[in-house]
């Protein structure tokens, strides 16, 4: 599993650096960080200006630095080797950097101190490296080479099966999950293990997105589709978040997952999903009364009956709510 040490931003169109994060300060003394500014700045602005955007890597200071292109800037992670977890990483830090920051990127914001914004979520997205407890450690294609597994590793390891997460696979070792996660990293590290950061919260979404077209579909039943079509619409318009689209006729759809992945853990999208059902049954409370009400506690029935299980594994259980 690679490390990474720090994250820069530099404008596409001259190379100017915007926004940078030094993750290991003991690792990457600011002498080193200025001159790969300097260097990323030129570089940049080479690869605009003679339209190729093809580079991806650049070995450099005992470092191994990742580049992904925008439409307005250029990303680049410092690491101590590729990895394609952080090219994931990265891609979708630019995306949503640029999503964050439209307007000013747009308008050639001078003053970088507008963009100290993204701390926050380039906080969030970085942690998702770390290994958490929720997430399914699969193996991988070490048997194809000569790779030793230390014996303490072995605990770990005998019990991945592609379906476990690693907090089953610390009870089922004996272990603390602490003890766990270092053990399933120095796997990933030895290219024993993969991890697919999405799979948590892809399951955990779809779940919801099943029974909210349920719903839906109640809802369909007893006030037609035209009318649940505007009530859906209604429904996200004040929801506000991006990770549901109407697809007509009422039925909704889970979206950009691999980046939801990336911005939230299982537990706070199941949270979000909640408050999305709350939505919905308070706007059809307006037309069908307490009978919009019985569907809902209807449908939260229905969830943990067919997706109690998964909603467990993956820590999204505790803290479902009564939204609405």
Request: charged share 30%; aromatic share 6%.
């Amino acid at each position: 599993m690679a490390k990474v040490f720090a994250l820069f931003i530099a404008r596409r169109e001259d190379g100017v650096p915007i926004y940078s994060k030094n993750l290991a300060p003991d690792r990457v003394n600011p002498d080193l960080i200025s001159s790969l500014l300097t260097a990323l700045r030129e570089l940049v602005k080479e690869i605009s200006l003679g339209g190729d955007a093809g580079l991806r890597l650049i070995e450099a200071h005992g470092f191994s630095i990742l580049i992904e292109p925008g439409n307005l800037i250029f990303g680049a992670l410092l690491t101590d080797k590729e990895d394609p977890l952080l090219r994931d990483c990265l891609r979708i830090t630019v995306r949503t950097f640029e999503e964050q920051f439209k307007e000013p990127l747009e308008k050639g914001e001078p003053d970088t101190e507008v963009y100290k914004a993204f701390d926050e979520v380039c906080d969030r997205i970085l942690s998702v490296i770390a290994l958490s407890s929720y997430h399914v450690p699969k193996l991988g294609g070490w048997a194809e080479g000569d790779i030793r597994i230390p014996e303490e590793l072995w605990a770990v390891m005998r019990h991945i099966d592609g379906r476990s997460t690693v907090a089953e696979l610390a009870e089922r070792a004996g272990l603390s999950l602490e003890e766990a996660i270092e053990r399933v990293k120095r796997l990933a590290e030895r290219g024993v293990v993969e991890v697919d950061v999405c799979e948590p919260v892809e399951a955990v979404a779809r779940a919801y997105e099943d029974i909210l077209n349920e719903l839906t579909g109640k809802f369909t039943e007893l006030l037609g589709r035209a009318v649940v079509a505007r009530l859906v619409e209604d429904t996200l318009r004040d929801w506000g978040e991006p990770w549901m689209a109407h697809k007509g006729e009422g039925k909704l759809t889970a979206r950009e997952l691999e980046r939801l992945a990336w911005l939230h853990t299982p537990k706070e999208v199941a949270n979000m999903m909640n408050n999305l059902l709350g939505t919905l049954a308070g706007k059809a409370r307006e037309l069908l009364g307490e009978l919009a009400t019985d569907l809902n506690l209807t449908a939260r029935k229905t969830l943990l009956a067919k997706y109690r299980s998964v909603l467990e594994k993956f820590e999204a259980l505790e803290g479902e709510g009564s939204a609405g």
